[in-house]
């Protein structure tokens, strides 16, 4: 921060990602990466989507470069929601607006519903970009711990009851970091806490479509039937990131509000992506594609799981997941993930140290592996290196 | 805004856009709208654009589809760089950053720059969706008058001096709303004063490129050779609005606030957009296509005030462009625009009325007409009628 400049008081709470200050330096020669949430790009859809593309420039024209409204293009959210409902997550349109990427549907929450100070409550670890999104409306997190079935609802309520969220936030299927599904019968204790406390819950689900093992858990919107969720999720990881497509379904009170902050953020998303997503939706290949990225995560993942299994020394904790796209790991107690980053690197292999998902900066024996942007053999020989770093730790 | 829910103090402070309110009214058949503020769809370079978005998605494969960083696209930004350069707006890449439309750019200043009741100097009337985006930062405005030459300096100084503003916020050229230009003397008195005050001065310049007649006035970044001057464009004009391209030129230190800001706000720019325009630059088309648009508003703006001085009663003053997309009018001063618009809209005919530019609510009698979106045809007649609503009122 430059001294001269009078920046605004909320600058001091926000902080550069430091994933994304990771990815750069990942991209050093030889180097394998384990760190970011990529998905595998070698599987994105491009002949669909390029077809999509030609079919909507050609078709729509003008419309797709043109202004449009706030709200979404209608077709669009008629499709998506018809398809969501299939899913369980019931929607009409005057549901559901599309958004800059997931994040800005974060940080648009953040902006219709926090004031300095107000509390929101979160599994610990949480999802980064939420931390993100949230620390600019300077907000105060209520971290609950939890295990691999998910957040633990007596620690939940306790700190609700104490210091009444403003909103709860969670990612309750394959979380990012943790990979890991809360149970129905926590999701159930979740929804009545949030009831008995009347506070809105969000349910950030970018991966509960990336499934490739284990029996699906009903979402937090489809269990509450909608009521007093608010369900974001994005297109980047069942099609594409880098076109930069998130969607919400809430109720219409909340959307309109939603929709308000949109047009002051950025007026409207994008008209030519909506349009050519919806014609790569409604010629079918959403879910033509989905099967495709769900087995090749899965073998992904068992081969991770098989490696470490083979070269990470006893006394490290891996958390096998049903879907999504990482794993999490925990080291012994003593043994700080941040500190053996460095060594890491210096051995050609990167992950993300866990306490950047912990507000309050626990998690430091904790690590994050993303499973899905490494082939077979990086996936191994990236492993076997970093039971090296493990094992030199400790002796 | 629901009862039963908690909302964010500064939602008391935002309110819908009344133009895209009146622009889904302005969508009934038989309406001539002068209303918007949208290019003209039958000049967008399709065939262009579907090029290089064909070249993008064959050439740059899954690239274009992945995340990437923040700070924009590399090669967009030295083409931009370079093309912004021969304008007068010195720039290299450091100083570069993409944002989803220049509105997105006022959010993000807002986000870095405003606190709670700070103060903002801006022109009145002012850009609408500037007073959007700034409301959402619960901000105050110090508007000072503006003649035909722009914005009056000695007002503009004594409110600085009394009030202290943190940030200036000037469309200096083709204003939106007034057309108006900013004369070369008052540019220099205006970055005088920023100088002497301490205060960064926001350049919001869309309109520049579209000049059709008349010598170009220097911005006032290329005279403050781009000290405390934040330089605010977009694609929106030059190309497509839907597209969601716009972009900030400024110092280094406040290119990584942005830049972190936008982290927040929504990750990064659209990875496919970026390099579509890219290859659409890249080709030589922004050059190409720029005079086409120009010419064409050229017409149109003279083929409406060729009808304004037929069919308007006297007693209205008009201001005659040299560029951008608007001619604002001044009705005698007992005359309400705003309640005029509803006899307007009987007689199939929308303009805005000025009062939505102005921050403090004044500007009763003075309204914003549109000429880049509608045919000869459409603009005598509907001038035309126009001019009988406004010859009824002033009997």
Redesign the interface.
Known sequence: ??KR???????KS????TI?EIL?LTKQPGMISFA?G??A??L?P?KA??EA??KT??QD??????????EGYGPLKEFLCGWLSKQGVACNPENMMF???S??AL?LIG?????PG?RILVENPTYL?AI??F???EVEYLSAPMDEHGMIPDVASRLAKKRRP?IGYFVPTFQNPSGITMTLERRLALLKLAREQHF?IVEDDPYSYLRFRGERVPSLHQLAKGKNVIYVSTFSKL??????LGFVVAEP??IT?LV??K???????????QRAVYHYCEAGHLDLHIPTITEAYRVRANQMMTAIREFFPPGIRCVEPEGGMFIWCTLPAKISAMRLFKEAVKHNVAYVAGTVFHPHGDGRNTLRLNFTNSTAEQIRTGIQRLGDVFREALV
């Open positions: 921060m430059h400049r009078r920046w605004a008081g909320r600058m926000m902080r550069r990602s994304r750069k970011g990529l998905p790009p070698e994105f491009l989507f390029s593309m030609e420039l050609q024209g003008a419309a797709a470069l043109q202004y449009d409204v706030t958004t800059s990427g994040q800005q940080d902006r219709v519903f926090f004031d107000d970009g993100q999104a620390n600019a409306y403003k809105p099609l594409s990131p880098g076109i930069r009170d909340i509000s308000l902050a047009q002051a953020a950025d007026l409207q998303p994008n008209s030519l992506i």
